[in-house]
């Protein structure tokens, strides 16, 4: 084929994705767990031959970039013993290029005669796995020997035939087996509609025809992606955050990006970020690699195809044994929050290089709380991943009760967590004052309070930005910071950001937590009074913030006092 038409070259695009989409759709309504059929913490993709992504489903970003690796992985692995009906599973970062144990692949290889034509590729975050604690979401693991059950790639299934023992030795392992199998399931059925979907585009077209604009659409995907590369000024443009810390007494962990843009080409280069820790937040290099892209794929018009080709003139150079590159044996269960702060890291950077492409900072990914017992001889796990705000842009504020951009999930809604589990929620809602000052203000925190309606209940959680609160950008303020609180007979404590000691929860104790709100852009003495006012009466702002931070002075019927407006901003001017 020596001409490629510009007409088809769309159907194929258009078709592609379609696949990935419906695999998406079935795997949602197919799945067992909250954290899967609610929070939708799962990602899928249609692969060509080689393992490229030829489109991905409209899931969780910071997966998607993932999909390469790990396809490269499983066809080494393989190579020569792929058969029709087969069907792979696979886990562990080290083992089958994974990104933590709950992230478990499903991955279908998909023939056209006796020829391999692509890959239906699932990956779902299961509720829990095993390991030492309930959710296996273990921040205080030392090595990944602790969080849970381990899966080099193997066969689920055999030229149709399932392996059972495969699927006795899981459920063995983990603490809710009718969820992870039938999440498990779920994928399953996924992959088989991906196959289906391809197999009647090969049908229609041929093989031949097929992978040919498969081929194209990632070189057009690439050509994209390098044009839009070239509009971001060369230089070299750095940026500096960090997690809080472990434990009680916890020591940032410091990330340093430096992002070289040359021509159409990016380097990312985390060179200077902290060493890899003795706590579950470490990232395989493929993860960093896909939060990376996930980045700046957002900065690049939507026209671009979500391919494995928009990734080609991206490079990310990781030291070996950083947080962002771990190595054997370092656990990874928590990794989440590291590949959250990876995007936040990239597009501090890119603030100053495209300051109208990005926001400031929100509220640094989703808080993931767990629960875990057993009631009436029934053994329980609950995880959730809260969302979320976005720090505000140069256009407009900071939005509310969104994911954040790396992640694309949602809330459990309260109906479904009270229904199935012995938890009540007592509070969720936005909290006043808790966007940063601007001339765009940044979105709200959420709040949310969980009462445990049974005794002996574990608990963890995963959360962040209480002690480095979201930065604003340009002027604007920082959001207000994350709070972590349990409730007891005995008084409220303080449970630290990203506690390592599991922590018990009786009958009637309530855990407490407000997210960071996001972060302000520009000065908030330019945001004009009306706006001010506005955020009061819809309980956004109180009238003590209009008046220290946005020098608004109210009448005493909540009406602008211009006068005195006017001259409250020029004392603020004069003093700063």
């Known amino acids: 084929m020596t001409q490629l038409d510009p007409i088809l070259m769309e159907v194929f695009k258009n078709g592609f994705e379609a696949i990935a989409d419906e695999m998406a759709l079935i795997l949602m309504r197919t799945a067992h767990s909250p954290i899967v059929r609610d929070a939708m913490d799962f990602s899928t993709a249609l692969c060509d031959p080689s393992g490229q992504t030829l489109a991905q489903g409209l899931t969780t970003p910071m997966h998607l970039g993932s999909f390469y690796d790990a396809m490269r992985h499983l066809i080494a692995q393989y190579d020569g013993d792929i058969a029709p009906g087969d069907l792979f599973i696979g886990n562990d970062p080290y083992l089958a290029s994974g990104q933590h144990l709950p992230d478990v692949y499903v991955i279908k290889p998909i023939f056209a005669a006796d020829r391999l034509a692509g890959w239906a590729a699932t990956i779902a975050h299961h509720v829990d796995v095993g390991g030492l604690v309930p959710g296996s979401n273990s921040i205080g693991a030392t090595e990944i020997h602790q969080e849970g059950l381990r899966l080099p790639f193997m066969k689920l299934e055999e030229k149709g035939v399932r392996n059972r023992t495969l699927m006795t030795v899981i459920a063995a392992n983990v603490r809710v087996p009718d969820q992870v199998l039938g999440d498990i399931q779920g994928q399953i059925a996924a992959t088989r509609a991906g196959e289906i979907g391809l197999d009647a585009l090969v049908r229609r077209y041929g093989a031949d025809t097929v992978a040919a604009y498969g081929e194209a659409l990632q070189d057009y995907s690439e050509r994209l992606a390098r044009a839009a590369i070239r509009e971001i000024p060369d230089g070299v443009y750095r940026f500096t955050d960090h997690i809080d810390g472990l434990g009680e007494s916890p020591e940032p962990i410091r990330f340093e990006v430096a992002l070289t843009v040359s021509g159409d080409e990016v380097v990312a280069d985390w060179t200077g970020t902290s060493p890899q820790v003795k706590g579950g937040i470490n990232a395989p290099l493929s993860f960093c690699k896909s939060n990376v892209y996930a980045a700046l794929r957002s900065v690049m018009s939507a026209d671009v195809p979500n391919c494995h080709g928009y990734t080609r003139p991206i490079t990310v150079i990781a030291p070996e044994g950083s947080l962002v590159n771990a190595v054997y044996p370092a656990p990874c269960g928590a990794r989440g929050i590291t590949g959250y702060r990876i995007v936040d890291c990239v597009f501090g950077a890119l603030a100053e290089a495209v ?173 004009p009074a009306e706006r001010v006012l506005d955020d009061i009466l819809d309980d956004r702002v109180s009238i003590e913030q209009a008046h220290e931070a946005y020098g608004v002075v109210l009448t005493a019927g909540l009406s602008i006092d211009h006068t005195a407006t006017i001259a409250r901003r020029a004392a603020l001017r004069g003093a700063s």
């Open 355 to 527: 300051p109208d492409k990005v926001a400031a900072d929100g509220a640094g990914g989703s808080t993931l709380p767990s629960f875990g017992g057993r009631v009436d001889g029934e053994t329980f796990v609950f995880s959730e991943c809260i969302m979320g705000t976005w720090g505000a842009t140069s256009t407009h504020d900071g939005q509310d009760g969104v994911p954040h951009m790396a992640s694309n999930q949602a809330n459990v809604p309260v109906e479904m967590i009270e229904a199935d589990y012995p938890i009540r929620i007592e509070r969720y809602g936005f909290v006043t004052d808790s966007g940063g000052a601007g001339e765009h203000r940044g979105g709200l925190g959420l709040a949310r309070d969980y009462r445990l309606l049974a005794d002996d209940v574990y608990f963890g959680v995963r959360s962040d930005k209480a002690d480095h609160p979201p930065h604003g950008l340009f002027g604007g303020r920082p959001g207000a910071p994350a709070v972590n609180r349990i409730a007891s007979a005995g008084g409220e404590r303080r449970v630290p950001t990203l506690p390592t000691e599991p922590i018990t929860l009786g009958r009637g104790d309530v855990f407490r937590h407000v997210m960071a709100g996001g972060g302000g852009y520009g000065d908030p003495l330019d945001r």
